[in-house]
């Protein structure tokens, strides 16, 4: 029968990592989750945004932009996370991207523009707009990248000490 025994200073130090790796951990992951919705918003404006038009201009399969309102709106959603920063007893982070300006699903799916009831055209005619997603392709773009980012900030708190 083998025995050993692991002198008290050192069943300290391991304990005292252990310890602490869970919340080093949320904090690498959180930050990692935090820039990587960000940097993937910012990507997704520079990919599927075609910078600015004119209402009522030709449509693509680009969004062009007036105000710059929902590129922003994407952009400032990218910086929140639930809880907003980890604490020590932080098991669970959220993270979200997208807009709640009324006519992001619009845009980003398609469909007829405009209220029903009383039409300011005579001949009552609503447009429809063509999906131009922008949301659903960034998500795509950023799932094939994030999960060995989250693998490097669980890799950078276990290298912690």
Request: charged share 20%.
């Amino acid at each position: 029968m083998l025995t050993f025994r692991i002198d008290p200073e050192s069943e300290n130090r391991l304990k005292k990592f252990l310890a602490t790796l869970v919340p080093r951990m949320m904090a690498e992951v959180h930050q990692t989750l935090k820039s990587a919705l960000y940097q993937g918003a910012q990507a997704g404006v520079q990919k599927y945004f075609a910078g600015s038009g004119s209402k009522g201009g030709p449509t693509s399969s680009l969004l062009t932009s007036r105000s710059g309102a929902l590129a922003n709106s994407l952009l400032a959603s990218a910086e929140t996370l639930d809880p907003p920063s980890p604490t020590d007893d932080t098991t669970t982070i959220t993270g979200y991207l997208g807009s709640s300006l009324p006519y992001a699903r619009i845009q980003e799916y398609g469909g007829v523009a405009g209220r029903a009831g009383p039409f300011k055209k005579p001949n009552g005619h609503r447009p429809y707009l063509p999906p131009r997603p922008y949301l659903e392709p960034t998500m795509q773009d950023m799932q094939s990248t994030l999960s060995d980012q989250l693998r490097e900030a669980v890799a950078r708190a276990l290298e912690q000490k």
